[in-house]
């Protein structure tokens, strides 16, 4: 879930293409050779999103025609799992192996980078972008390995929220390193294990949501933890992605739609559902 320039939002699906939310009303724009596809990551870039599709490749969605356009100049394989670009228009993929491409309008160039497997990615505040690997997070700068933090298993989460904070979800867990320690969030508030889907801050609290559990609270004081799950409003319990839109709204994509989570206080939830017939 992404929202762009003119207060929109953007919604990925795993079986319907790509949508998009102005005013609690959806537009739904597939593409031409498949009419059922699996968006697996998107991003905003400058007029345009790019967007990544299960068993195809990378598309750009335009604003100033409305036009999806396939990515050329390079051969993919069939699982981009995420994809940013940074301030140098230079896009970062793992799709397996860890990859560094230029743009050029509706072309990309590639460039040499690390021969590393990846399964996660994000971008870096000290610079650079950090890589999920089998059993470490890796921070990469300019084709050159920085830091690495050993991690139980494989890393298929990475956001760095602040300079000094960076979250990791593995398969089972997820930690918080903060620079000089590494925490297990799991271990510390006896959470079964889960696989976390995405972190965000939301109203002075850190939400992280999971693959199957639905969605943990932690307070600012880092103390205290609360679920939210079907039984508190839920549409499902398995999340894809949150976002929080700055409005007092927390955006929760799950398996069986889109949830918009209202919190009023500490204790007090609103939810209100959408789904692709709404």
């Known amino acids: 879930i992404i929202q762009d320039r003119e207060g929109n939002y953007w919604l990925t699906s795993t079986g ?3 949508f998009l939310l102005p005013s609690a ?3 739904h724009f597939p593409l031409e050779s ?6 697996q990551d998107m ?7 790019l967007f990544s599709v299960l068993n195809e490749d990378l598309y750009s969605f335009s604003f100033n025609d409305n036009q999806i356009r396939k990515m050329e100049g390079i051969q993919r394989s069939s699982y981009v799992k995420n994809l940013f670009v940074d301030s140098t228009n230079r896009l970062h993929t793992v799709e397996s192996i860890y990859q560094v491409s230029r743009i050029h309008e509706n072309i990309l160039i590639p460039e040499v980078g690390l021969p590393l497997y990846g399964y996660s990615l994000c971008p870096s505040h000290q610079g650079g972008v950090w890589i999920g690997s089998s059993n470490y997070a890796l921070r990469v700068e300019s084709g050159q390995e ?32 903060t620079g000089d320690s590494l925490h297990n969030f799991s271990e510390e508030f006896e959470i079964p294990k889960f696989r976390v889907a995405e972190v965000c801050e939301f109203q002075y609290a850190l939400c992280i949501a999971t693959r199957g559990l639905g969605m943990y609270l932690l307070n600012s004081s880092k103390d205290a933890i609360q679920l939210i799950n079907r039984e508190q409003g839920l549409t499902s319990n398995n999340i894809f992605s ?7 709204i927390l955006w929760i994509g799950t398996n069986k739609g889109l949830d918009c989570m209202y919190r009023f206080g500490e204790d007090s939830l609103y939810f209100k559902h959408y789904t692709v017939w709404d």
């Open 25 to 27: 009303q959806f537009d």
């Open 34 to 39: 498949n009419e059922v596809y699996y968006v």
């Open 242 to 248: 949150i976002y929080n839109d700055g409005d007092s």
């Open 146 to 177: 920085i830091q690495r933090i050993p991690s139980s298993n494989r890393v298929i989460y990475l956001n760095e929220t602040s300079a000094d904070t960076l979250w990791i979800g593995s398969l089972e867990e997820l930690y918080m390193y």
């Open 16 to 18: 319907n293409g790509l």
């Open 43 to 49: 991003f905003m870039h400058k007029d345009r999103i």
